[in-house]
Structures are given as structure tokens and as C-alpha cells.
């Protein structure tokens, strides 16, 4: 079954300890990319990445990192988490083959106090 | 850029009755238009596509979205609703040159009422 998977789905943390949520597709998608979903704003895309190695900013990237080591992963990494990253995660995959639509995980809410 | 305007942000309308969400789009170049569903504690799914041809189009579970090119419009439509698609629906473009960058509107909340 084709599947993007995030972990964990919830999250509380503390401000300034660093987090990782992780994101995994099984569908050899090159696309990849990170939104946060806020209410009234919709879906923000964070970082995003063409293809292994290569990664580049979204429209609201201040605060987080990404890396692309390998095609299936794309981690989100809060390096200092702050009260302002509290909301909701969503990595999305597209790029197959005769697809134009993106494929979205089930999300991680995440909580910094 | 591209940009999508989606006017309402919340819907309510009674069971069985029609409804109409709408979403108008900004672009400077051709864009394939989408609309997607999240359920309570859920991430997005597709609901509905256009990409070219034919301008109506719908899903399989009775939305139909029209794409109306002079009024840059993609609004969805439901002839009968049901408690079940109570959710969040958002209206997304993207460019046909295939970069992959989704742009998305800021949601309509569809409230059915029993």
C-alpha cells in the first residue's frame, strides 16, 4: 500500500530541546516537502526537496532544518523549538510517474511549552 | 506566483441539502487545480483533479468541481450532503512545468447539520 508515515503523531516538548519528526514514503517519489497547518493560514510549506541532497526553502523556514540522505526519508528537525512552532505537521511526497497530485501523511501535532 | 482564495472559511448547511465551496486562483502561467479533504485528526486526501479536457469533474463520492478559466474559479459542489463530509477542504494549485510546489488556500470548514 503506498504510504507516507510520519513519527510520532503527537508531540509535547519543551522550549529549546531539539526534536526530529521523521517522514518516510514507499512510493520512490523524488518530491518531497514539509507544510505546518495553522488555522486562518491554511498550509505553509516549510522546506521541500527535488531529489536526494537537494533541499531548499519553502515559504516559512526559519527555525527548521531538513536533510535528504536517502530518497524515502525527508526528516524535520527543530534544532531550538519555540511556543511559535506549536501546530501541525504535514510531509507530503509527489513526483510519479503520471501523477500530478501530492500524497500526504496523517500528520504530527506538536506542543512546545 | 500563484495564489488561492477561499472566501469562506466555514459552512454550515443542513443534510440533504446542496452546497457550494469556493476557491478562485491567481496565476501567471497554467496551473492544474485540486481540492482536498482532511477528516477530524487526519491528513489530506484528494478529492477531485483538473488537469485539461473536459472542465467538469468529479469524484466518487458526488463533489463535482467546474474550472472556469475567465473567472479563475474551481468551486466544489455537492448536490445532497451528508453528516459524513463534515471536514475541512482545501482548494490547491500547482504549476503544470511540474515543480511540485503546491500553493493552498486557507481551508472552508463544511459543518453538516442533522
Redesign the interface.
Known amino acids: 500500500e503506498a504510504q507516507?508515515t510520519q513519527n510520532p503523531r503527537y508531540l509535547i516538548t519543551v522550549t529549546g530541546k531539539k526534536l526530529t519528526v521523521t517522514c518516510s514514503q514507499n512510493m520512490n517519489h523524488e518530491?518531497m516537502?514539509w507544510?505546518r497547518q495553522d488555522p486562518?493560514?491554511?498550509?505553509?510549506?516549510i522546506y521541500?526537496s527535488?531529489n536526494v541532497e537537494v533541499t531548499d526553502k519553502g515559504d516559512v523556514p526559519e527555525g527548521y532544518k531538513v536533510s535528504r540522505k536517502e530518497k524515502r526519508n525527508f526528516p524535520l528537525i527543530l534544532e531550538s523549538p519555540s511556543p511559535n512552532q506549536t501546530s501541525l505537521y504535514?510531509c507530503?511526497t509527489?513526483?510519479g510517474v503520471g501523477s500530478?497530485?501530492?500524497?500526504?501523511?496523517?500528520?504530527t501535532r506538536l506542543t512546545v511549552v | 506566483a500563484q495564489s488561492v482564495t477561499q472566501l469562506d472559511s466555514q459552512v454550515p448547511v443542513f443534510e440533504e441539502a446542496p452546497v457550494e465551496l469556493r476557491c478562485n486562483y491567481s496565476s501567471s502561467v497554467s496551473v492544474y487545480l485540486f481540492w482536498y479533504v482532511q477528516y477530524p485528526n487526519q491528513g489530506l486526501q484528494l478529492l477531485l483533479k483538473y488537469l485539461s479536457g473536459s472542465t467538469l469533474v468529479e469524484s466518487i463520492n458526488g463533489f463535482e468541481a467546474e474550472f472556469n478559466k475567465s473567472q479563475t474559479s474551481f468551486h466544489l459542489r455537492k448536490p445532497s450532503v451528508h453528516i459524513s463530509d463534515t471536514a475541512e477542504y482545501f482548494c490547491a494549485v500547482t504549476r503544470t512545468s511540474g515543480t511540485y510546489k503546491y500553493i493552498f488556500g486557507t481551508g472552508t470548514r463544511l459543518k453538516v447539520l442533522a
Not at chain 1, 486562518?40 to 510549506?45: K, N
Not at chain 1, 500530478?100 to 500528520?107: H, I, L, V, Y
Request: glycine letters at 20%.
Open positions: 507516507v518530491y516537502s507544510y486562518g493560514l491554511g498550509l505553509r510549506q521541500y527535488m504535514f507530503a509527489a513526483g500530478t497530485e501530492a500524497f500526504f501523511g496523517q500528520g
